[in-house]
């Protein structure tokens, strides 16, 4: 089985679609040097992500918290969006019923021009107030180094990286706005991404419900694999370039 033999099939689909939900998680970035938690490159000092990326860190030890976070900017801010973001945006502007869905937090999708796009899990370039809320953008041409003083709100206190920490719940809203954009979606494409984590690993049902047709690209099985309705083992650079010239 070939990416290009399937492809076929997702192009007609696609070229019927209005409405397309697109979600993006891990893989999507990996073209772009975007090193994973786990992965080679993804490791800061001795730390484990799980006990950096959580609430209880940021309240015992805000200092080396921002400290990951910031060496995390600065490896984020190398990275160039990929052929697969450069075709979403694209694809944006000539089927405006796209909107992207990603579980990312690099901002690969805005640098590549999208527009439509809602992080599922916040973003590296944002931090929030952790008592008024107020949220602050970060330029990544202006990342702070790893050691310098922790960022305040104009309240007093302290900012925090506004991305999900394992044991936090996504925001209500940003969960209703993924789960309507799939109900009234004519398709529904999932990008490098094992959807094994809530809300991304129930759209797939979602769109089932609904008789949407689901379409998984990635280069290895996961386990939407049974459940999609058709499947592109490719990259996301490959695949979605691909579909964007072919529709
Ligand atoms: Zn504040």
Redesign the pocket.
Known sequence: MTEFNLLEPVVHVLRRARRVAVVTGAGMSAESGVPTFRGAGGLWRSFRPEDLATPQAFNRDPVTVWAWYRWRQQLIARAIPNAGHIALARLEVTRPGWLVLTQNVDGLHQRAGSHAVVELHGSIWRSR?V??H?SRAIAPEHVDGEAAPLPR???G?MLRPAVVWFGEALDPAVVAQAWSAVEEADALLVVGTSAVVFPVAALPDVARAKRVPVVEINVDDTPLTARADFVVRATAATALSALESAL
């Open positions: 107030c008592s008024c107020t709100c104009a309240c206190e």
